[in-house]
């Protein structure tokens, strides 16, 4: 569920990235507004969260939308007022309220495991795995060549080789790197191997880092559609 949750984040995020006007609106409680918090802090973002009441916060956060497009703005709202809101209404205000609708539930009061409860939602590279997939599936160009987590049948390590975002028939991978990449000494050496094991296997890999995902994909998009393009020159 926290997946879905996260591409759902970075969809919406990715429109506005286009300068389309879109409001975030989490149903739920202090689960969503958790999740919401997380997400901007681990992808180094500023955004806004309104809460209240729902005549006064949509009208708020519409207007914010509407003046700056890239800047991640969401709505708390229980699913009760939303709906008595909602109720009866057929205008733009609601429309971009219903394009936004996000339903998170509460999470369990016992965890299934006694770390759970403290465990990080999500990281930085998950998060910024979620956004570069959503700006790959939203682009012509690149929608439907790209898997999350692809594994590979060779083994590096313990286990098969994971790529963060893979496509098989164009041997292209996509590597997000976080903080961690550059500040562990042994994962920059991980790193290398790995691009040179993948490399081998005929694969041009593309590495980028989590917070520039996170704030614009578009640099990312462009450096893969050069990838697709080459690729695509030296086909028969």
Known sequence: MADEILRRFARDQW???HGTPRVTV???????RQMWRQWLEV???EGALYEGSLDETARQAAARAAAEPPGPIAILAEPAALAAWRRGRSDRLAAMIDEGIVEIPERPSRPPHPAAADAALFDARSAAEAAMFEALEATV???GRFELNGYLSVHFGAGAA???LLSRRDGIAIEIDGYHHFQDLDAYRRDRKKDLLLQLHGLIVIRLHAQDVMRDPRPGLLAVSQ???YRMERRP
Do not use: Q, W
């Open 15 to 17: 429109v506005r990235v």
């Open 227 to 229: 990838a697709l393009a």
């Open 141 to 143: 160009a690149t929608a």
């Open 26 to 32: 989490l149903v739920g409680a202090g689960h969503a």
């Open 162 to 164: 994971e790529v963060d």
């Open 43 to 45: 992808g180094g973002l």
